[in-house]
């Protein structure tokens, strides 16, 4: 069970921004989202990820500036936990712990201490039935707090925490559920509700989406499944409450925001337009289409002068001023399912895999963010329901990265499919990929799998392709029979069937040499250079469902998985099989950079994992339920740096990172404790900021009084030089008694002045040693400015236990350097 | 429930004319309702909306008041005083006398139309809405106090004059108008400042309506839409109160050109004719009758005579009468199937009406010679006679002088006799003969009521007369003696149609709050089913319809069937099967036939409703036993409308 606990499935890169609404910091430079188990600190206007705050152990599930304190914030998770964060510095000051799972957070400005968190009601275990509970966060030291005083303020409350608002400064909260709106007032401790007909005259349903409330108004504003946005007023009344009711969405309304003043109501659907309504003159909207994808969420800074939405495509838009779109953060773009396999792309290392409508993504994992866009349809994609329109349905790239192949497909009740197979050519000046070669129709009928031969790097000219149509076609890079032609194409070069069966699944071997394709239960192995069918292999019942030539040490085996929950290893060298067994394989894969290969199991509605090697009895590494549900995608990308586990069962992970998609569509990935480790240290790093180790470069550094000090809490502001009478005079008596501040300018200045005067006479009086001055003076300084006398105390005990020790030239040489007057350069690293 | 072979008649044109005014009691409950073709209606709010009194109208009816056309007019609140705003410019006030009104005196004249006007609740002051501005008098000294100017529309409509169509003077001195800028507008009438615009439509805001405690406005606008105006706090528990747009209320497809705000609805009229009635679902209990939307778009009386032995149909329109012959056909049929026609029904008669007052009742004798019609200034009768290509119409010159002022006509039976309802509800009997007509009798009765008699139903074998009036009253007269035989004790819901039973001599009358009554006439009590059926109570689902029984007949063939109607459902009550339980469903006929034969023998009660007719004008049976269905679809009257103002629709 140490194994277990060795290596864990974690959100890692490419987890949802959008699942929660974002957080804008109140000077609007920072946009705070949860993103899977932490909380990805943006800058607005670089798009760059500037902190990520690590610590939850379970999905985020609501992140938010604290009200009392605009430079922390909360952040409430799955796990139970709400933390506080400094986030500009990445800190984690405290950890409130809850003890039941957390669905959303909420707090008010007029409710101090106080957050309040949406959480599953106790027995039911559903997500329908929620409950508001208020949370008081006890004010004791320590890191980790115990928190046992909940009260429930309301029952009854939706999952989407977008149906939660607090009113005019916190005085009462509206929550809606279903057709029901429920506001309660707390100082009266008294709560109304109003409920709609399901459905309205025209038989769409009157469901609650959404509200918001009017910050200095008592209106609250409602969103609603059929477009329509309601206006409630007099809600302090059982009967005599009245509502206007706004439409211009014809889809739903998702997100319903007041701007900080209340002038203005956003609102955002599906429509990917967001609209701007001037309160009290409602028939005035102003609107900023062409968003890209459904809004999902709405956020707007304390001033009100940004706006950021969150859109299903994963993507956050920051607008200025609603008029202008300044920045846009885009995390993996995800669709309703992942049609293509997912790749890694060798020159950039990123993951491939389908993004917007018709496109393919490239999504760097390790910088965690979106490369680029390749429109493959190159059609304009219509926003409309049960329009059929070309998709990308599969991709495949070549070993070395220079050539892609996409197959998309437009699905038509009446007609058959339309299938184009394009090639593309990574294309060094403009390094991207560029149109070389379509072919329309490439198949009768629907392509099953497509691959590239891997043999010579660089080099590929062979690309087969399997249709159901019961052909497999080899394509070939040709040069062009006139000149004029341009570049080299690709053709068909051959085509082959086998006793009219449909081949499903083709596979390289890693030198190239082999082909193998598999027609239902039989597998059949072709020599790519001659097209011989080699040998046939089979192992009924059951077609075969995926197929995998083992690599490096174990080239010699074919693997494949049958329907009928068969794992068989063939021996390419004997034509036999070499071992089989009994699970219910949905994913085979092998990793490219060793020997090793990885079955997804489903089993009882969970994935389970496999790593081992096909030469091995015994599999490396196991784990039960990975995921719910049934994996069918996933890949090994390359690390940039390999790791150096010894563990043995973490081995397999040293040189390649498992990735994988749930059915959820969250991608998850494998990591060592080493690794979480290593992760957690960088980010602790930061909270002992001033460990800066004994360096000459430090030294210069801390010739200038930190600056970081000057940030800090106002307590350690350091004193006024010298102890002056008169700089204590000035700082401390009354302003209304104080002459006028041009008179006290100059003595002032003086007091300040006079300091290094007095040390200055104190260095010619002496007339000692330069050095030895040098040293007294030195320290006399450090005593009178006690800017820096805690600092002092700290430089000598570095630099005898962890400093370098020098030799008595090199100390010389380096009090000449500090004596340098080297301000330029800290003015220089200050700007 | 027997079958009949029908006639369904559908060249019956009849077009309500569109709704110009309004306005409510609160005390009485009753609304009264102008529409353009100069008609005044009386609705009784109190007894389930019923139409008591139709005061017909009149080709060119103007009031001209020394200053040309008067665009409005309004009283103040204690009803003293009439104001009358003019084309010239004056706003001349008149005195209310018991009997008539004075001209008192005009206010400043003002350089422009008095398009609206409205009253300060306490009389002292006088809003006037012109071209671009709104004006206030000093109702004392007759000056104008302050002008608002009203901004015109922005674009192309710049260099049009802004119309404030409408304005209300409210306690606090705020003044709310309505202009053809499509604005409402907030002013403070005391220093004259604009407080609040809202934009409501593209087009005319027509009408403002103001709730008896002024916290509720509701504008008209040409689209057809109702904005109400709350005033509300914008923060709970503050005093700080402001006025908030709030619901739209879409009911109308046209102008809506009326508009009256009641304690619990709101009840607009306008060009597409209909009246509704909108509940505020805040002022009512909901779930109940009360809070139904309701509109009312036919009249609650017959406008169709059948001669039941000649097969004629008498139309009445406002202006003229159409004389119909029914067609024929000599096939049969199996249920549902219609029939090829052998004769085409054609028009016999169009006859226009002389002088410029509308009709305000007719009547046709059931054997098709004789037809009359009134009009509030006089009675004429023609003498028909109609062979298979001869039509010859012959008035009778000397009527009796006792006919005048005349509510309400009928013919007995055997049409030598015509019966016409007069004032102080006396009923004036005539004697015909192919010659002449000779005045026999009037009929009276001693409870004193002035109000007018609106049915007249003579017994088939002609010893009966029953009468009833909009005080609720049903007497009955014996024609015979030419006296009053009893009084049906008095309810206190109008009834809407009242018939004797040829054979069992009882009296059915139903009432507009749906209860249905038999009274024996020889014993002067309620008959014994009667009695069950007040004891056991009508089914839910009859009590909750929106539109009252106009016509009762009798099925010769079986007496223990009364054949009623309303707008919606022609029902034959059979009184020998049980009366329908309260909880039971309710079926119509179309229903049950689906049902399998064993429980169509358990759900089977006395009330066989049929819904296969929509929108029913009149139901007649008759004397060959085919039923007479004369249909006026909805649909029809809405695509003789005009076009209302084009609005864009979404994805169009």
Same mark, same amino acid.
């Given at each position: ?9 974690v959100h890692q890169g490419g987890s949802n921004i959008t699942f929660r609404e974002p957080a804008i910091s109140s000077d609007s430079r920072f946009l705070l989202c949860a993103s899977g188990h932490s909380v990805k600190v943006f800058s607005t206007v670089t798009e760059e990820c500037v902190q990520e705050l690590r610590g939850h152990t379970d999905l985020v599930t609501g992140v938010l500036i604290r009200p009392s304190n605009h430079l922390q914030a909360y952040s409430c998770s799955a796990d139970g936990t709400v933390r506080l964060w400094d986030f500009t510095d990445g800190i984690l000051i405290k950890t409130y712990l809850i003890g039941y799972p957390i669905c959303s957070i909420y707090a008010s400005a007029s409710h101090d201490g106080v957050v309040f968190i949406a959480t599953p009601t106790?027995?039911h275990?559903t997500l329908d039935s929620l409950q508001l509970l208020a949370v008081h966060l ?7 707090v115990?928190t046992?005083?909940l009260s429930a303020v309301l029952s009854d409350v939706s999952a989407n925490p977008a149906t939660v608002a607090f009113g005019r400064a916190g005085e009462y909260v509206a929550s809606t559920n279903g057709v029901q709106l429920q506001i309660f007032f707390f100082?009266?401790?008294?709560s109304f509700r109003f409920?709609l ?7 769409r349903s009157n469901t609650f989406t959404c509200v918001a409330c009017h910050p200095t108004d008592d209106c609250v504003a409602t969103g609603h499944e059929d477009g329509k946005i309601r206006l409630w007023r007099?809600f ?7 509502y206007r009711t706004l439409h211009w969405h014809h889809g739903a309304v998702r997100a319903l925001r007041f701007t900080p003043e209340g002038s203005n109501l956003l609102s955002g659907g599906v429509e990917s337009v967001l609209v701007q309504w001037q309160y009290q003159?409602e028939?005035?909207q102003d609107f900023l289409p062409r968003l890209g994808a459904a809004i999902t969420h709405i956020a707007v800074s304390p001033d009100g002068a940004l706006f950021c939405t969150s859109h299903s495509d994963n993507k956050i838009t920051v607008i200025q001023s609603c008029v202008k779109v300044s920045s846009i953060i885009q995390g993996l773009v995800k669709g309703e399912a992942v ?16 993004g917007k409508p018709?496109?393919?993504q490239?999504y760097?994992l390790?910088r965690d963010r979106l490369?680029?866009n ?9 926003h ?197 067994? =009994?699970?219910? *394989?949905?994913? +085979? /894969?092998?990793? &490219?950079?060793?020997?090793?290969? @990885? $079955? ?27 995921c ?33 998609l749930t059915p959820l569509m969250d991608l998850l ?14 980010s ?39 102890? =002056?009478?008169? *700089?204590?005079? +000035? /700082?401390?008596? &009354?302003?209304?008694?104080?002459? @006028? $501040? ?90 | ?652």
């Amino acid at each position: 069970m140490v194994e277990q606990a060795e290596i864990r499935v974690v959100h890692q890169g490419g987890s949802n921004i959008t699942f929660r609404e974002p957080a804008i910091s109140s000077d609007s430079r920072f946009l705070l989202c949860a993103s899977g188990h932490s909380v990805k600190v943006f800058s607005t206007v670089t798009e760059e990820c500037v902190q990520e705050l690590r610590g939850h152990t379970d999905l985020v599930t609501g992140v938010l500036i604290r009200p009392s304190n605009h430079l922390q914030a909360y952040s409430c998770s799955a796990d139970g936990t709400v933390r506080l964060w400094d986030f500009t510095d990445g800190i984690l000051i405290k950890t409130y712990l809850i003890g039941y799972p957390i669905c959303s957070i909420y707090a008010s400005a007029s409710h101090d201490g106080v957050v309040f968190i949406a959480t599953p009601t106790k027995g039911h275990k559903t997500l329908d039935s929620l409950q508001l509970l208020a949370v008081h966060l006890p004010q004791t030291a320590g890191q980790l707090v115990e928190t046992s005083d909940l009260s429930a303020v309301l029952s009854d409350v939706s999952a989407n925490p977008a149906t939660v608002a607090f009113g005019r400064a916190g005085e009462y909260v509206a929550s809606t559920n279903g057709v029901q709106l429920q506001i309660f007032f707390f100082k009266k401790q008294k709560s109304f509700r109003f409920s709609l007909k399901e459905n309205s005259c025209s038989g769409r349903s009157n469901t609650f989406t959404c509200v918001a409330c009017h910050p200095t108004d008592d209106c609250v504003a409602t969103g609603h499944e059929d477009g329509k946005i309601r206006l409630w007023r007099n809600f302090d009344q059982k009967r005599e409450y009245t509502y206007r009711t706004l439409h211009w969405h014809h889809g739903a309304v998702r997100a319903l925001r007041f701007t900080p003043e209340g002038s203005n109501l956003l609102s955002g659907g599906v429509e990917s337009v967001l609209v701007q309504w001037q309160y009290q003159q409602e028939s005035q909207q102003d609107f900023l289409p062409r968003l890209g994808a459904a809004i999902t969420h709405i956020a707007v800074s304390p001033d009100g002068a940004l706006f950021c939405t969150s859109h299903s495509d994963n993507k956050i838009t920051v607008i200025q001023s609603c008029v202008k779109v300044s920045s846009i953060i885009q995390g993996l773009v995800k669709g309703e399912a992942v049609q293509t396999d997912l790749m890694v792309d060798p020159r950039s290392k990123a993951l491939v895999l389908n993004g917007k409508p018709g496109h393919l993504q490239f999504y760097s994992l390790h910088r965690d963010r979106l490369l680029f866009n390749l429109d493959v349809v190159q059609q304009e994609f219509i926003h409309q329901e049960g329009l059929d329109q070309f998709q990308v349905v599969m991709a495949t790239l070549d070993g070395a990265g220079a050539w892609l192949a996409t197959v998309e497909e437009r699905k038509q009740e009446t007609v058959e499919a339309e299938l184009n197979l394009k090639l593309w050519a990574f294309d060094e000046p403009s390094q991207s990929f560029i149109l070389n070669t379509t072919v329309s129709t490439p198949h009768e009928a629907r392509i099953t799998a497509v691959t590239f031969d891997p043999a010579a790097r660089g080099q590929t000219s062979l690309l087969v392709s399997c249709g159901q149509d019961g052909l497999f076609k080899a394509w070939r890079l040709a040069a062009p029979g006139h000149p004029d032609d341009g570049g080299p194409s690709w053709s068909c070069d051959f085509v082959s069937a086998y006793h009219g069966l449909a081949p499903q699944r083709c596979c390289f071997s890693a030198d190239g040499s082999l082909l193998a394709v598999s027609f239902q239960e039989v597998v059949t192995v072709w020599s790519p250079a001659s097209w011989e069918l080699l040998l046939t292999l089979s192992q009924p019942p059951g077609n075969i469902r995926d197929l995998c030539f083992g690599r490096l040490s174990c080239s010699k085996f074919l693997l494949g998985t049958t329907n009928c929950n068969q794992l068989c290893c063939w021996n390419l060298l004997t034509c036999s099989l070499e071992w089989s067994t =009994s699970m219910e *394989v949905s994913l +085979l /894969l092998a990793d &490219p950079l060793s020997d090793n290969m @990885a $079955a997804f199991c489903h089993q009882d509605g969970n994935t389970d994992l496999f790593v081992f090697k096909p030469s091995e009895p015994r599999p490396l590494f196991s784990q039960k339920a990975v995921c719910s549900g049934r994996v069918s995608r996933a890949v090994f990308a390359p690390r940039e740096v390999a790791l150096e586990s010894c563990e043995e069962s973490s081995r397999w992970l040293n040189r390649s990172q498992l990735y994988f998609l749930t059915p959820l569509m969250d991608l998850l990935t494998f990591s060592t404790r080493a690794e979480e480790e290593r992760l957690m240290a960088a980010s602790k790093q930061l909270v002992v900021d001033d460990s800066v180790a004994m360096t000459p470069f430090q030294l210069l550094l801390g010739k200038r009084p930190p600056h970081h000090q000057a940030v800090g809490p106002p307590a350690k502001l350091p004193a006024p030089p010298g102890g =002056s009478a008169a *700089v204590r005079e +000035l /700082l401390q008596s &009354p302003a209304h008694v104080l002459p @006028a $501040a041009a008179a006290l300018c100059s003595a002032f200045m003086e007091a300040l002045l006079g300091v290094a005067t007095e040390t200055r006479e104190k260095k010619t009086s002496a007339g000692e040693t330069p050095s030895d001055t040098e040293e007294e003076e030195e320290e006399d300084s450090d005593e009178e400015m006690e800017t820096r006398a805690t600092r002092s105390e700290e430089a000598p005990l570095e630099t005898d236990s962890a400093g370098p020790v020098l030799s008595r030239a090199q100390v010389r040489e380096l009090r000449r350097v500090r004596k340098l007057d080297h301000s330029w350069f800290s003015s220089l690293l200050d700007s | 429930m027997g079958e009949f072979k029908v006639h369904r008649v559908r060249f019956f044109d009849y077009m309500p004319s569109a709704i110009r005014s309004m306005a409510f009691n609160s005390h009485t409950e009753r609304l009264a309702v102008a529409r353009a073709d100069g008609a005044v209606e009386i609705f009784n709010f109190a007894d389930n909306y019923f139409q008591e009194k139709v005061i017909a109208g009149r080709d060119g009816r103007s009031i001209e008041a020394y200053g040309g056309p008067i665009w409005t007019i309004s009283g103040n609140s204690e009803g003293t005083l009439l104001a009358a705003g003019c084309e010239d410019g004056t706003v001349k006030m008149f005195e209310v006398l018991e009997d008539r009104i004075q001209f008192q005196r005009n206010l400043s004249r003002q350089k422009g139309r008095i398009i609206s006007l409205s009253w300060h609740p306490s009389g002292a002051q006088i809003a006037a809405g012109m071209m671009d501005m709104i004006r206030i008098f000093d109702s004392e000294t007759g000056h104008a106090t302050h002008r608002l100017l009203v901004d015109r529309g922005v674009g192309a409509s710049k260099s049009r004059e802004v119309v404030v169509w409408s304005v209300a003077f409210l306690n606090d001195h705020t003044i709310i108008s309505g202009d053809s800028a499509g604005k409402v507008q907030i002013w403070d009438g005391l220093t004259g400042t604009l407080i609040r615009t809202h934009l409501v439509t593209k087009w005319d805001v027509l009408v403002l309506a103001v709730s008896q405690d002024e916290s509720s406005v509701i504008a008209g606008t040409s689209e057809g839409t109702i904005v109400q105006f709350q005033f509300i706090s914008s923060t709970v528990g503050q005093q700080d109160k402001l006025w908030v747009r709030t619901r739209t209320f879409k009911n109308h497809s046209h102008d809506v050109r009326a508009l009256v705000h009641t304690d619990s609805a709101v009840i607009s009229g306008g060009m597409d004719t209909q009246l509704v009635v909108r509940p505020l679902l805040d002022k009512v209990e909901k779930n109940t009758q009360e809070s139904a939307l309701r509109k009312i778009a036919f009249p609650h009386r017959n406008l169709v005579s059948c001669a039941k032995k000649a097969g004629l149909l008498l139309f009445q329109f406002p202006d003229h009468l159409e004389l119909w012959r029914l067609g024929e056909s000599d096939r049969n049929g199996t249920p549902g199937e219609s029939l090829p026609v052998n004769r085409k029904p054609e028009k016999l008669i169009q006859l226009k009406t002389k002088g410029e007052d509308h009709i305000c009742c007719s009547a046709l004798s059931p054997c098709g010679s004789w037809l009359s019609y009134a009009t509030v200034a006089a009675v004429r009768l023609y003498r028909l006679q109609i062979s298979s290509n001869n039509i010859s119409i012959q008035k009778v010159s000397k009527l009796p002088r006792e006919l005048k002022s005349v509510h309400q006509l009928c013919f007995s039976s055997d049409s030598c006799r015509l019966f016409a309802s007069s004032s102080f509800s006396s009923v004036v009997v005539v004697a015909l003969n192919q010659t002449d007509c000779k005045y026999l009798h009037t009929l009276k009765h001693k409870s004193g009521s002035r109000q007018p008699i609106h049915i007249l139903s003579p017994s088939e074998d002609g010893q009966w007369l029953a009468t009833a009036n909009t005080d609720c009253e049903i007497h009955v007269f014996n024609l015979r003696k030419m006296k009053l035989h009893c009084s049906v004790p008095a309810y206190s819901s109008c009834p809407t149609a009242v018939s004797i039973h040829p054979t069992t001599g009882n009296l059915v009358s139903v009432h507009a709050d749906q209860q249905i009554f038999e009274f024996s006439l020889k014993q002067k009590e309620y008959s014994e089913w009667s009695r069950q059926l007040q004891r056991q109570g009508l089914h839910p689902l009859w009590l909750q319809r929106d539109t009252p029984v106009t016509s009762i007949s009798f099925n010769p063939n079986n007496p223990a069937h009364i054949m009623l109607h309303d707008v919606f459902m022609f029902c034959i009550i059979d009184q020998s099967l049980p009366l329908p339980e309260a909880k039971t469903k309710f079926y119509n006929q179309m229903i049950l036939r689906s049902l399998p034969q064993p429980q169509r023998l358990r759900e089977s009660h006395a009330f066989k409703t049929c819904k296969n007719f929509q929108h029913l004008l009149s139901v007649n049976l008759l004397e060959d036993l085919s039923l007479v269905v004369v249909e006026r679809p909805l649909v029809d009257i809405v695509a003789q409308l005009p076009a209302p103002v084009r609005q864009k629709k979404f994805a169009t």
